[in-house]
């Protein structure tokens, strides 16, 4: 494992986060993450190319994922915001957190979806910057993973929706550069709450590493959401 990581390591850093002021070129804006690169191992490629295969019928999708907001989901997002200039000036400086790391050192990741079965799969490989007890994977980016893709299961089947309650349960910790897989499903809808829920198993499945359910709330357009009211956010891009 350790010489696993030290790989990961050397692999480090090949996309910085932008500078304030600075602009990118669409190359860096528009690399899709999801895609296979040198950090991940063997274990992450089978798994991602046997649910390619899976996608041939159109039973499931890869999920495209990127690390600056598109134009497209600014504008998404834009009728729950009382004021579009300072959201936008914002999210131009924002990144996705799991996609904030350098490449190999955190969130390797890939996730697919089934819109027939409301069903979503993250394979994911943590990085040797995500430990937390020595040699394992730290809770909090478990969490960020088992957040990240209930919340994809959530927001396909629904629209925006925002993690309002999410339970944990940690059964087994997950060695640091494992690949593991978090299956994800919509277990019903209740006017504007969609209850999800997933586990994390290991790649042959044997090991179950943890359980999770969660409340989505869809986000209501009547409520906007003022930026200006959250004075940490605020301040820190000043
Ligand atoms: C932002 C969307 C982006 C879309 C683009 C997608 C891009 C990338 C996707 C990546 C995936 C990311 C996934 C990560 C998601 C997150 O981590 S979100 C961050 C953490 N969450 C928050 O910060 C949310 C903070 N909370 C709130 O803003 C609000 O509380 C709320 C919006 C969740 C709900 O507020 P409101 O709309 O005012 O709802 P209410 O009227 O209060 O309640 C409606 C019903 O929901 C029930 N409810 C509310 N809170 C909870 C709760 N904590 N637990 C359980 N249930 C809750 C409430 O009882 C109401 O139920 P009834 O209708 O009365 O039955």
Redesign the pocket.
């Known amino acids: 494992m350790l010489r696993r990581c030290a790989r990961l390591l050397r692999t480090t850093g090949a996309l910085c986060g932008p500078k304030r002021g600075r602009s990118f070129s669409s190359e860096v804006l528009h690399v899709d993450h999801s895609l296979p690169n040198p950090s991940w191992n063997e274990d992450m490629r089978l798994l991602f190319d046997q649910f390619m295969k899976k996608s041939e019928d159109g039973s499931w999708k890869r999920l495209p994922s990127y690390k600056y907001?598109p134009t497209e989901?600014i504008e998404?997002?834009k009728i729950?915001f009382p004021d579009a200039k300072l959201l936008k000036e914002q999210m131009s400086q924002a990144q996705?957190f799991p996609r904030s790391l350098g490449e190999g050192v955190g969130f390797e990741y890939a996730m697919f979806h089934n819109h027939v079965e409301d069903r979503t799969v993250c394979i994911f490989q943590g990085g040797p910057h995500l430990q937390g007890a020595p040699g394992f994977l730290h809770g909090g980016a478990i969490a960020t993973m088992i957040?990240?893709?209930?919340?994809?299961c959530?927001?396909l089947t629904g629209g925006?929706?925002?993690?309002?309650?999410?339970n944990i349960n940690f059964r087994r910790p997950i060695p640091l550069c494992s690949v593991v897989v978090i299956n994800c499903q919509l277990d019903r809808v209740?006017?504007?709450?969609l209850f999800v829920s997933c586990n994390v198993r290991s790649m042959d499945e044997k090991t179950l590493y943890s359980e999770a359910t969660s409340?989505?709330?869809?986000?209501?357009p009547k409520?906007k959401?003022d930026i200006r009211a959250s004075g940490a956010f605020y301040t820190n891009l000043q």
Not at 147 to 152: E, Q
């Open positions: 907001n989901r998404d997002v729950f996705l957040d990240s893709t209930l919340g994809m959530a927001i925006i929706a925002m993690t309002a309650n999410l209740e006017g504007r709450k409340t989505f709330v869809k986000l209501d409520k959401i």
